[in-house]
């Protein structure tokens, strides 16, 4: 059997598309993913195929939901003789952790209309780079622990901190979304320990962005895998 695979080396693999009605461009759309240099295995492979597929799904969800929006718009601001509305969609990622025989990224959507705030999607990946699958959120912590219970404890304790702090601002019914609104998928995994995220809009106003929480390594992560 031969070593297992410490660290993934990716180099970014852009897209960019535009859409227009009469010669007038109505939408924008630039992707960038990683894409792992040199994809010599399988698992390189797979990966690279993983992240090729979401740019394709992201151009297609831009032309499929995102395009019949800004030609809506563009046609209303021209019969109002009003300024001609600005459509863009970005794809972009962020590698956090790539040692330890662990890859972990985000990828983040951000959709701008016209003038007004940017949307922000965020999607989370940890990879195990001897298997080639991602790794699910319940590995990172020992059997039999709560680690949901955990995770939202934490969560909850860290918003009363800032909100005494006065950095930040949340919903009235936080509490209740910060359970409700969990997604175990929502994670990736930093040097200074495991973070999980919440949807823009989910427990905070659209100005906080997306929520992202830190568990530190020592407070119960465990990062060894099982030998096979």
């Given at each position: 059997m031969?070593?297992?695979?410490?660290?993934?080396?990716?180099?970014?693999?852009?897209?960019?598309r535009?859409?227009?009605?009469?010669?007038?461009?109505?939408?924008?759309?630039?992707?960038?993913?990683?894409?792992?240099?040199?994809?010599?295995?399988?698992?390189s492979?797979?990966?690279?195929?993983?992240?090729q597929?979401?740019?394709?799904?992201?151009?297609?969800?831009?032309?499929?939901?995102?395009?019949?929006?800004?030609?809506?718009?563009?046609?209303a601001?021209?019969a109002?003789s009003?300024?001609?509305?600005a459509?863009r969609?970005e794809?972009?990622?962020?590698?956090?952790?790539n040692?330890?025989?662990?890859?972990?990224?985000?990828?983040?959507?951000?959709?701008?209309i016209?003038?007004?705030?940017?949307?922000?999607?965020?999607?989370?990946?940890?990879?195990?780079?001897?298997?080639?699958?991602?790794v699910?959120?319940?590995?990172?912590?020992?059997?039999?622990?709560?680690?949901?219970?955990r995770?939202?404890?934490?969560?909850?304790?860290?918003?009363?901190?800032?909100?005494?702090?006065?950095?930040t601002?949340?919903?009235?019914?936080w509490?209740?979304?910060?359970?409700?609104?969990?997604?175990?998928?929502?994670?990736?995994?930093?040097a200074?320990?495991?973070?999980?995220?919440y949807?823009?809009?989910?427990?905070?106003?659209?100005?906080e962005?997306?929520?992202?929480?830190?568990?530190?390594?020592?407070?119960g992560v465990?990062?060894?895998?099982?030998?096979?």
């Amino acid at each position: 059997m031969g070593e297992r695979p410490v660290s993934l080396r990716t180099e970014p693999f852009a897209a960019e598309r535009e859409w227009t009605v009469e010669g007038v461009p109505v939408l924008s759309a630039a992707v960038r993913v990683p894409q792992p240099e040199p994809a010599a295995d399988k698992i390189s492979r797979r990966i690279k195929r993983f992240y090729q597929l979401q740019c394709r799904s992201f151009l297609h969800y831009c032309e499929q939901q995102l395009l019949p929006q800004a030609v809506a718009e563009y046609r209303a601001a021209l019969a109002a003789s009003s300024p001609l509305p600005a459509f863009r969609a970005e794809l972009d990622y962020q590698i956090t952790y790539n040692q330890d025989g662990f890859w972990s990224l985000y990828t983040q959507g951000r959709e701008t209309i016209g003038t007004g705030r940017a949307l922000l999607t965020r999607r989370g990946d940890t990879w195990d780079l001897a298997a080639g699958y991602p790794v699910p959120l319940k590995d990172f912590f020992p059997a039999g622990m709560g680690w949901k219970k955990r995770l939202i404890t934490h969560a909850e304790k860290e918003i009363l901190r800032r909100e005494r702090a006065g950095v930040t601002r949340w919903k009235e019914n936080w509490r209740r979304e910060l359970r409700r609104c969990f997604n175990p998928q929502n994670f990736y995994l930093t040097a200074e320990g495991l973070a999980w995220f919440y949807p823009m809009y989910a427990i905070a106003p659209g100005q906080e962005g997306i929520p992202v929480f830190l568990l530190p390594y020592d407070k119960g992560v465990k990062l060894e895998r099982e030998a096979e």
